[in-house]
């Protein structure tokens, strides 16, 4: 089963929760698993996006209580490991975008990065996606995490790069 792990921030304005909405949309429609953090902000927004095109969530929830995930979520994991929980929503997708984010979101990018997945942010959402978009996390390998304009092209990057094609 493909999965691809969305991360970014838990606060995030109007235009960066539409962009996640797409985001949440085009995997969905591709029949890939999203698996995020599943609570609010871009995890709430990508799964609402998915949900409407169909397709199966995952949220790892760093609560211990199944009903604190957003409404979106199908598959609810209980953690109660806080923010520790960035491990499991990282190493879960096969690949990872990342919208908007702070602390959290860097977290799970080097994660990410340590576990030589694809990461993807789209830059115009701010925070660390801005701030990684077409840069190398780490001075030991050449790669860098793409930048995409939209969610469509962070997709298409993921299955072009994975031979999901």
């Known amino acids: 089963m493909r999965t691809i ?35 609010g902000g871009i995890m709430e927004a990508a799964c609402k996006g998915a949900k409407t095109a169909g397709g199966l969530t995952v949220g790892i929830i760093p609560q211990d209580d199944k ?9 609810v994991i209980p953690t109660g490991l806080g923010f520790a929980r960035n491990f499991l929503v990282a190493k879960t997708g096969d690949a990872v975008v990342a919208i908007d984010g702070s602390a959290g979101t860097l977290s799970e990018m080097a994660i990410a990065w340590f576990s030589d997945k694809p990461i ?4 115009t959402t701010g925070g660390w996606a801005q701030r990684l978009a077409g840069t190398r996390i780490d001075s030991r390998r050449e790669d860098v995490v793409y930048s995409a304009t939209t969610p469509k092209e ?12």
């Open 5 to 39: 792990s969305v991360i970014g921030g838990s606060q995030p304005d109007d235009d960066t929760l539409i962009v996640a909405e797409e985001l949440g949309s085009e995997i969905g429609k591709r029949r890939i698993v999203l698996v995020c953090g599943g609570v």
């Open 154 to 165: 962070a997709v298409d990057y993921i299955f072009k790069v994975l031979g999901w094609e």
């Open 120 to 123: 993807v942010a789209i830059p």
């Open 67 to 75: 009903p604190t995930a957003n409404p979106y979520v199908d598959i």
